[in-house]
């Protein structure tokens, strides 16, 4: 019996010696493969680290590639319900005007099953189909317009410095977004924003400007602005800004 209880420690002394003696890449191995995989427990926050920087890198990329800064002004949020045999399903439809504020202003529209998606849908449609006013002296129209669309007519004018935006509804976010301060408008017939919206637009589409006209009958700006009477027609001529 005091054989064998003697002999007892010696075999565990042997097996804590066995593990004190083994490799140190073993131990860091096990010790590796406990925190996460081959390569420790900081490798993996490397790793999430590393991706997380990445997509930084991808907004940063995507907001040179956008360059200019533009106005984006929500018109219209339509809901729409579908009656199926589990209940009804809503879709949304969205109503998206979108400028530079520097004479560019678009509009688009977007349908979708939320409502962020389908602002996001009108707001790609809008920047795709920009159109470009010329402004008088960057904050007024040239000349005053009429434009209709379906059962909507609108009429707009230019204005002296100071009127302001007299507008409202959908109106007043395309003339915000195209870079106008001073406008009055008149919209009569139907109340339907996108009708009102389309009919906005074509009235924009027929603005010209003095350097325009000069150029395609081949005179010059004082020419055109002096037949009216004027006596500083070299002094309006170059003030005139697109």
Do not use: W
């Amino acid at each position: 019996m005091a054989d064998e209880n003697n002999q007892a420690p010696a075999e565990g002394a042997g097996f804590e010696a066995q593990d004190a003696g083994a490799p140190q890449e073993q131990q860091g191995r096990g010790r590796g493969r406990g925190r996460g995989g081959p390569g420790g427990g900081d490798r993996g926050r490397g790793g999430r680290d590393g991706n997380r920087g990445r997509r930084d890198d991808r907004r940063g990329q995507n907001a040179e590639d956008g360059g200019e800064e533009l106005i984006e002004k929500l018109v219209h949020i339509n809901r729409v319900s579908k009656t199926v045999k589990g209940g009804k399903r809503f879709g949304f439809a969205a109503l998206v005007v979108v400028g530079d504020g520097k004479g560019r202003v678009g509009f688009g529209h977007g349908k979708a099953r939320e409502v962020p998606e389908a602002i996001s849908k009108a707001t790609a449609s809008a920047k795709k189909k920009m159109l470009r006013v010329p402004l008088k002296e960057g904050r007024t129209l040239h000349h005053d317009g009429a434009g209709h669309f379906g059962a909507g007519r609108v009429y707009v004018r230019s204005a002296p410095q100071g009127t302001g935006i007299i507008a409202g509804g959908p109106m007043r976010a395309v003339f915000e977004s195209l870079g106008v301060a001073d406008v009055v408008t008149k919209s009569v017939g139907t109340s339907n924003p996108y009708n009102m919206i389309r009919a906005t637009f074509e009235a924009l589409g027929e603005q010209t400007s003095p350097k325009s006209v000069a150029q395609r009958r081949g005179k010059k700006i004082a020419d055109l602005l002096g037949r009216g009477g004027s006596q500083t027609a070299e002094a309006d001529a170059a003030a005139i800004a697109e």
